[in-house]
């Protein structure tokens, strides 16, 4: 039997996509929610109850609704979107604690690309796109910053995965991954769908940060 998958952030422009994704793949699914009508009204589907899909209201800041939410699951992925002020990285503390209660290992996070990590070598356009999102909204970037700190100081078998902008479109399958720069300045949501749902049975990225792009075609 395929595992059960924790998501956060189901209802947003790259959840919705990864949502898909994961029941195309048979995979059964724990969503965490602040509006489940939102999530209905997204993906009909969902309305018809399935012994493999468990829809949980809840916010991620909330430690109990996280434990409820990650009790059975078998892995967690996060495309949480921003909010003010900035909550990634008390959302990932909580994650972390909660994973932790249950002895579970694989945690996958979708952040941007102007975040900083040893062994980067950004090209120009990268880093221009680094500092430009650092001007503009520095306390979001300092959070995000944080979240990989905890990763980084956790136990847990994390892959933070960096983007660039998110189109909201179907994949192609012509992705690239790379530890040192991003390739291009824009992902489709299809193609980041399937490579999170990939990281599941993939070990090339535990505890390390890809960028990763949609290539670009002609
Ligand atoms: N969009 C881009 O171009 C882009 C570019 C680079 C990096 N990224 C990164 O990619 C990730 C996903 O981005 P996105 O654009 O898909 O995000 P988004 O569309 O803003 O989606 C946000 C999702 O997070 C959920 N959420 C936010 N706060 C929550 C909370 N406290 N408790 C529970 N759920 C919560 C929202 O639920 P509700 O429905 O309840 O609001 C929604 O499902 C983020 O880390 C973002 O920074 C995005």
Not at 36 to 63: C, E, F, M, W
Not at 186 to 196: E, M, P, S
Request: charged share 20%.
């Amino acid at each position: 039997m395929k595992k059960t998958i924790a998501v956060i952030g189901g209802t947003g422009k790259a959840g919705q996509f990864l949502i898909r994704q994961l029941l195309s793949e048979g995979y059964a699914l724990r969503l965490l929610v602040r509006h489940p009508d939102k999530l209905y009204a997204q993906q009909p589907s969902l309305l018809h109850p399935s012994p493999t899909v468990s829809v949980i209201r809840g916010d991620v800041q909330d430690l109990h609704a996280v434990s409820a939410w990650l009790q059975g699951s078998d892995a967690v992925i996060s495309t949480q979107g921003s909010a003010l002020p900035p909550n990634f990285s008390s959302a990932t503390a909580n994650i972390l604690a909660a994973m932790k209660t249950y002895h579970l290992a694989r945690y996958i996070v979708v952040t941007g690309l102007s975040i900083d990590i040893p062994g980067d070598d950004k090209s120009e356009w990268c880093r221009q796109a680094s500092a430009f999102m650092r001007q503009q909204y520095p306390d979001t970037i300092a959070d995000k910053q944080q979240e990989y700190s905890l990763l980084s100081r956790s136990e847990a078998n994390w892959t933070l995965v960096r983007i660039p902008l998110l189109e909201q479109t179907p994949g192609t399958g012509a992705v690239s991954a790379s530890l040192r720069d991003c390739s291009a300045p824009r992902i489709r949501a299809g193609d980041l769908a399937v490579f999170l749902t990939g990281q599941l049975e993939d070990s090339t990225y535990i505890r390390k940060a890809p960028f990763v792009a949609s290539i670009e075609t002609p």
